[in-house]
Each structure stands twice: as C-alpha cells, then as structure tokens.
C-alpha cells in the first residue's frame, strides 16, 4: 500500500525566500507524480505534473524533481511570494490511483 | 485544458436526508472518474473509482451502500450519500481523467462542502 510522506508539515518563511518542500512515497512502481497547492476552504489546483520517465519539471519559480528509484520528489519554490501561502500536496499516481500526502502548509510572511 | 465541474458546490442538510452531489466533465469524456473526500485539516483520501456503465469500485472501509455512485454517461459521475449524519460532513472532491491518456494526468473538480445538522 502507497503511503506518502512531506515534511515539513509547515513551514512559516520571510518573503523572497527560496524554498524546498519534500515528499517520499513507499512504491517506486508509478505512473507519474503531482504537486498540487490548496487554499483553504478550496479545491485543488494542479501545479506540475512529472511522468515516470523525467527527472523534473518546471513551471515559472516552480521547480519538481522526482528520483523514482529512491521515491521521493521536491518541490522548489523561487522567490516565494505572500500568495504562496497555501497547502501543498504531493501525489503519486499507481495503477490509476493518486494517494496524497498529508501535505505542507506554507505560509509566506510579508 | 481539460475542466472538471461539480454541483453543488456547498450543501447544508438535516441528519437523515440523501444528498446527490454530481462531476461533470465539460470538455471530454470520461469513462473513469474518482471520488475524493477530504475531513478538516486532512489529506484526500480516496473513496471509490467511478466507472461508465459499470459498477463503482469502492476503497476498503467505504460503505457501498452508503455511498452510492452511479456512472450513467461519459461526462458524469453522481455520488449520493444516504441518510447523511453529522460524521458524513467533509469536503467531496472528484476527478477524470482527460480523453488522452498518453498523460496520465487527473484533473480535479472544485469540491463540494458537505454540512449535516
């Protein structure tokens, strides 16, 4: 069974910060990985999207990389902003299923 | 990209009534769609897998008949929860995937807030 870990459970940093959040995953055997953020109260909105067979993906100050073998990704965050704040949630696809992880809930300071 | 709906997107109702909450997938189709839920300060937990013209696969310790999904179209899924009590408020999030497959990718519904008095 696919259990998804991230840490940190929080993390509070200053504005402009760069930033590393951590996920590993127990079954190597996936399809593909997303990070996705939620904000509180909301649905989910997918950030990137890494299939099993790249080593990363990036999207503006976003940046994920996955190490397959070993079962972990990290999501590195650039220049963090205030509206950054938000839940992050790491999820590995296998066999059609996505288990998410408990996630990492990022608050940016001003 | 591919837009996934869900109706309603709040609902407030007395312990003991039924609730439908529906996905739709507006751009495509769907022949599999899941459901999600997701209590405070948790992370999603998957429910069942929602199939066209079949029945629904359930997670273990879902209650089937609790729950019960029907998958009547290629661009909607309904989840009803029976006889709803207070326990049974949570956020129900449900995804699809988008007619090519080559992705792999799940895109997600906005949610339905689920209250039971």
């Known amino acids: 069974k696919q259990e998804v870990t991230q840490i940190p459970a929080a993390l509070s940093v200053p504005e402009g910060e760069n930033l590393v959040l951590n996920c590993s995953f127990t079954?190597?055997?996936?399809?593909?990985l997303q990070w996705f953020r939620q904000d509180p109260g909301k649905g989910l909105t997918s950030l990137l999207l890494i299939q099993s067979s790249q080593r990363e993906q990036t999207s503006g100050r976003l940046n994920a990389s996955l190490d397959k073998s070993s079962g972990r990704s990290t999501l590195y965050i650039a220049a963090s902003q205030p509206g950054d704040s938000a839940t992050y949630l790491c999820?590995?696809?296998?066999?059609?299923?996505?288990?998410f992880g408990k996630g990492t809930r990022l608050h940016i300071l001003p | 990209g591919a837009v996934v709906s869900q109706h309603p997107s709040r609902v407030i109702c007395k312990s003991g009534t039924s609730v439908k909450i529906e996905c739709r997938s507006l751009d495509f189709q769907a022949t599999t769609m899941f459901w999600y839920r997701q209590f405070p300060k948790k992370s999603l937990m998957l429910m069942a897998t929602s199939n066209e013209g079949s029945k629904a696969t359930y997670e273990q310790g879902v209650e089937k008949d609790k729950f019960l999904i029907n998958h009547a179209s290629l661009t909607l899924s309904t989840l009803t929860v029976t006889s709803a009590h207070p326990e049974d408020s949570s956020f129900y999030i449900c995804s699809a995937y988008s007619g090519d497959r080559s992705y792999n990718e799940q895109f997600f519904g906005p949610g339905t807030r689920l209250t039971v008095l």
């Open positions: 079954d190597s055997a996936i399809y593909n």
């Open positions: 999820a590995p696809n296998r066999d059609d299923k996505i288990i």
